[in-house]
């Protein structure tokens, strides 16, 4: 694994905190998995992601009263057994039994020997709160949150770095600042959403012995991991030929918008859309023809070509460029009306050209599979949602215009998600902040369009697109100076190395595993 790689297997689940208590429980009245054995494990399996990860130096544990700190005593008595220098401060009145040591020579601290304990430590193991823990910590947790970020020392968080709440990713007051983060189970949906995310460092989540999810359980999301992503990718077959494996028109580019038009087409063609048209303004044809010549042009002002090829098109991507005047809107009717039925993806200018007629849009999905790929400020105009609350809860926001419409809704932040009715959620894993430049959207639709083309369903399309373009990112590694042509042009070694098949912990129960992200 290089720094910007993430493992996964193919099915990871992502649980809300009622959902990984639902877990827990089911575990002990139904299985008969008792909570000591749970603990056990939890404390086991993170003591030795912590030897691997932090091999010397002394290890001083900040201990709650929850299950978090039963599991890191677990985890202090585990490596002292190893011959580690371990130490543990006692941060509730009731802390847990501390026959979880065994008699163990585990030196206990109150809280007033804290600041000296930390700053001996070479590593800090965070177990002060849990999964069941809500609101702001008080008094003299929110103070020990406090030492530990300020200590300078990597710090280990168990479960899910205290302060960050596990379902919504919210801090409403102190939090710890975990350099990496042992979440057991499933990862909690509040550790991939932001600010959560930015607070777990490195998220590694461990099998403790929970019995496997039931297909039928009800999850918050599914994680688009290398593998689940690799399984997904259209097939093509000995003898495929440029008509069988998709002809993608992509609307795009009034006049002086040539660009949008060419990243969307450069994207299409580089994911590997067998034929890609591209309907424009007529002043943009010596530029699309000279930056994208394997796309055919397509004068958008052509009515009757532009129904023609848009009938004949395996699918059709509407936006980028496009404009939000009167001669868009009746362009875009137009296309529409002649690709019904083929799958849809509208983006950008599209979005806001629909964004005020809700029943035309529910027709609109009614008449094909439909995917809309809004950013927050797209997705207020189509939701009505203050751009705040939607960057609050993504999830919640993508789910709702899903259902309503009837549609796919692929809402693009850090991370991204897709939300398609009665379907978990689907997070990316994959991409970094050198994505945030002009364009990079209009490369995602272009890409994203080539496998709608391909025959894959809209939820997968969008996951797949999200997945691979934040592949080619991280492998074209510019930092800063990314642009989206860098990225449509590493797509190749992308779909060729999604990404490790297991993590570089090299430890068999380690289900996912994700450099700090964003």
Known sequence: MNGRDVYGREHVAVLTAAQAAGVDREARERFGVADRVL??????????????????????????????????????????????????????????DADLLHGFDVASLDAAAAPAALASASVIVDGLLGTGSTGAPRGATAELIKMLNESGRPVLAIDVPSGVDPTTGNIPGAAVRGDVTVTFGWPKQ??????????????????????????????????????????????????????????????????????AAALA???????????????????????????????????????????????EAA??????GIGVDDDARATLERVLAAAAGRPTLLDADALTLVAGEKSGLERL???????????????????????????????????????????????????????APGEPALINTVGSSDLASAGMGDQLAGTIGAFLAAGAPPRIAAALG?????????????????????????????????????????????????PPRW
């Open 39 to 96: 603990m056990e494990n939890a404390g086991r399996a993170a003591a030795l992601v912590l030897q691997r990860l932090f091999p010397e130096g002394r290890v001083v544990g900040v201990v709650g009263g929850g299950n978090n700190g039963g599991d890191a005593l677990v985890l202090l008595r585990t490596l002292r057994a190893w011959g580690r220098n371990v130490a543990w401060i006692r941060a509730a009145a009731r802390t847990p």
């Open 190 to 259: 509040g550790l991939l959403l932001q600010p959560g995310r930015s607070h777990c460092g490195r998220l590694i989540a461990v099998e403790i012995g929970f019995p496997p999810l039931a297909p039928a359980r009800p999850l918050a999301a599914v994680l688009i991991t290398p593998a689940w992503a690799a399984a997904r990718l259209p097939p093509r077959a000995p003898d495929a030929h440029k008509g069988s494996v998709g002809r993608l028109l992509v609307l795009a580019g009034s006049r002086g918008m040539a660009g």
């Open 265 to 311: 087409a450069h994207g299409g063609v580089r994911a590997g859309a067998g034929l890609v048209l591209v309907a424009s303004a007529e002043a943009n044809r010596p530029v699309l023809q000279s930056l994208v010549p394997e796309a055919v042009f397509v004068d958008r002002a052509d009515a009757a070509l532009l129904e023609s090829r848009a009938a």
């Open 315 to 320: 699918a059709l991507l509407a936006g980028p």
């Open 365 to 419: 999905a009614q008449s094909r599979p439909l995917l809309l790929t809004p950013h927050p400020g797209e997705m207020q105009r189509l939701s009505g949602a203050a751009v705040e609350e939607i960057r609050a809860a993504p999830l919640e926001a993508a789910r709702e215009l899903a259902e309503r419409v009837g549609c796919v809704v692929l809402l693009k932040g850090a991370p991204s998600v897709v939300a």
């Open 466 to 514: 999200l997945f691979y373009s934040g592949r080619a990112a991280d492998l074209a590694a510019r930092g800063r100076a990314l642009t989206p042509r860098d990225v449509a042009d590493h797509l190749d070694r992308a779909f060729a190395a999604p990404g490790p098949t297991e993590s570089s912990l090299g430890l068999a129960f380690v289900t996912f595993d994700q």
